[in-house]
T-cell receptor, first 115, second 110 residues
């Protein structure tokens, strides 16, 4: 079974609008963490935001926020006020304490920002 | 910028030769990971380490070995390179609430 599922292979968003990238996860562990990364066409992996399973508040970092719904096992990334430079591949990842703290990734979502 | 670097950045090697990729971090992170990224497969975990001399296999570990003799260094070795190991390799290091990647190594096996 997939641990991390990103159901949107590709997304389009108009510049200056907000966009939500979906991520659902599968775990029976009580202690886990969720990460989001951006991979632009240049290839580097850029860490965006982290949410811990025990965190009561949704994580935010600048224009990035994480809509964490623990009961639904979802950790969607919200990008506000999209910019052309946000066009990239976005990956969701999870680490689980129970499984040796491996860091496993979803398949990714390609985001294209239109001007 | 996070202090994690990979070397070499690019390498072309012949089938059957051994290859070692190096990952160096200055964050004093306990956990380190090696991934490969191929079109249509996302990021797949090869091996990971949870401390000095403590390593374990990921989902695509066949043909690869790793070593971690110091906190800051994590080496990935292809014992006998094959064309199927042509890929982009990423190293990552992780603390509790952050995980950073190296720039990647593009390896071509001819």
């Amino acid at each position: 079974a997939q641990k991390i599922t990103q159901t949107q292979p590709g997304m389009f968003v108009q510049e200056k609008e907000a966009v939500t990238l979906d991520c659902t996860y599968d775990t029976s562990d009580q202690s886990y963490g969720l990460f989001w990364y951006k991979q632009p066409s240049s290839g580097e992996m850029i860490f965006l935001i982290y949410q811990g399973s025990y965190d009561e508040q949704n994580a935010t970092e600048g224009r990035y926020s994480l809509n964490f719904q623990k009961a639904r096992k979802s950790a969607n990334l919200v990008i506000s006020a999209s910019q052309l430079g946000d066009s990239a591949m976005y990956f969701c990842a999870m680490r689980e304490r129970e499984y040796g703290n491996k860091l496993v990734f979803g398949a990714g979502t390609i985001l294209r920002v239109k001007s | 910028d996070a202090g994690i670097t990979q070397s070499p950045r690019h390498k072309v090697t012949e089938t059957g030769t051994p290859v070692t990729l190096r990952c160096h971090q200055t964050e004093n992170h306990r956990y380190m990971y090696w991934y490969r990224q191929d079109p249509g497969h996302g990021l797949r975990l090869i091996h990971y380490s949870y401390g000095v001399k403590d390593t374990d296999k990921g989902e695509v570990s066949d043909g690869y070995s790793v070593s971690r003799s110091k906190t800051e260094d994590f080496l990935l070795t292809l014992e006998s390179a094959t064309s199927s190991q042509t890929s982009v390799y990423f190293c990552a290091s992780r603390a509790d609430t952050e995980a950073f990647f190296g720039q990647g190594t593009r390896l071509t096996v001819v």
